[in-house]
């Protein structure tokens, strides 16, 4: 069996210029992030009032919103997953020469889990988006089942990584830690896909559906890509660290 990677526990050597950089970014975007949250919360009830006049679908009987509270509550697993990567980042660069057990699992979790969280709010918001469009049905799923699929298939990839994660620190349990984080982000990477496709077909049907309350608000079109956009990036991300782990496992 070959030597495992630096200092015992990485497969690669990390760089702590990175890390500091990193860490300091999502410093930042905590910052940015609850301010920007509360903005939205707040501009939420003034949207409300000025669809008033607004002709509703045949299928609607009555105009739909969402709470402040309930808006909060969506952009929390968000806000959560970018205190996760500050924390893995800022002890990374801290224990990067001298790394620790401790050390080298908290920053590995934090850092696997953190972009499923994202994906949580970005389902979250897509799903609200096409309830209040009323076009649930142009969901992948019905609406009762969808919210189901992507929390099951994003909570078992995650679990996975984590129980992984857990057992990196264990030069006897290599192997099945890198499988169950592989298992584990290609679990997540299907259902980030999924959504991606379903993101795209809705945006068509946008375009192509007559519901007063699309065609009246550009704003749509537009918050459907920033959360395509997420979506996308955080596929890619998985598939790096998908690859990073597949090359590590190879080289054991």
Known sequence: MAEFGFEGFYAYKPDRAAAIAFAVLFGILIQFSLIETTKATLKNRKLVSTWKSIKLPDDASALRFFSSASLRWTYSPFILGIVLEFVGYVVRAVSINKPTKSTFIVQSVFLLIAPSLYSAS????????????????????????????????????????AAGGGLLSSLD???????????????QIFCYSVLMLNQIFFHYKMRTDSNGIVQSNKVWFRFNYILLGGNILIIARSIVRAIEFIMAYKAI
């Open 122 to 161: 970005i389902f979250m918001l897509f799903s609200k988006m096409a309830h209040l469009l009323f076009m649930e049905r142009y969901m992948v799923f019905p609406a009762k089942y969808n919210t189901l699929f992507f929390l099951v298939g994003d909570m078992t990839g995650r679990v996975l990584q």
């Open 173 to 187: 349990n290599l192997n099945t830690a890198r499988i169950l984080i592989i298992v584990g982000l290609f679990i």
